[in-house]
């Protein structure tokens, strides 16, 4: 009995001590590639590249920028979501022991696999601008081979927009975002207060006057810095539900085969439209229409 009370004594200062230390805070990291410094082709976009395995590096030093950021101010239990391509560009070796990555498609969230109601905010890196933006670095959204667009409640949105309503969904804000001027700017507009890093100025599609890798990276770490500083001002993006989607496809064929699915209507040649209850729904569902086989 004795022992045991001193035991207990000697647990209380300890118990007391670790209720004290501020729990670190989740945030959550999404990664693309187009927006990242350096990247203008499809020569280092994908694995026959001849500047892949590089841009695979300038990748990963953006998401160690973006997590020397975001430590800058306390400590944070990180997850990182490789969200393009095959989902496994991220050189998960050179990142800190103790983050976690989400590799591999597909997956329901897509872009935001692994984000729950328990992140305090998200970091948008490397993203690019949407398909009907002009003269942005490979701007599309979603799929730039067989979409023609992606609306919600009757805007047209980039994947930033698009993952920033899938984000406010959980009441997660989205806190920072780089890429060209046009990525930035795009998500600054219709989500006000998130901070930004413009890493590239877009002359069109495939070219840009682009920083080197070590000036963005250095952007990027004391943007979200920033950002983080002033979480508590950054609202979470919330948009109306139901949400009306609509989509457009290259093909008409692939329009006229997405009308088959239930909720989806021929809006017009090239696009299907419906509402759906709210955007994991939405997003499950772009995911396999996106997806048919070619025709
Ligand atoms: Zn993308």
Redo the contacts with the bound molecule.
Sequence with gaps: MLKQLAALLLCVPVTLAAQAQPRPRKVFISV?M?GITGVVQPAQLGPDGFEYQRAREWMTGEVNAAIAGIRASGPADIVVCD??GNGQSLLIDKVPDDVQIVRGFPRPMEMMQGLDDTFAAAVFIG??ASEWTANAVRG?TISSARLLGVRLNGAEVS?GIYNAALAGQFGVPVAFVSGDRLAVTQLQKAVPGVEGAIVKEPYGYHSALTLTPARGQALIREGVARAMGRLSSIQPYRVRTPVDLEVGFKLTIDAERAAFVPGLTRSDAHSVKGTFQDMTTITKLLQVIANLEAP
């Design positions: 693309d187009e969200s393009h993203y690019h599309h994947e």
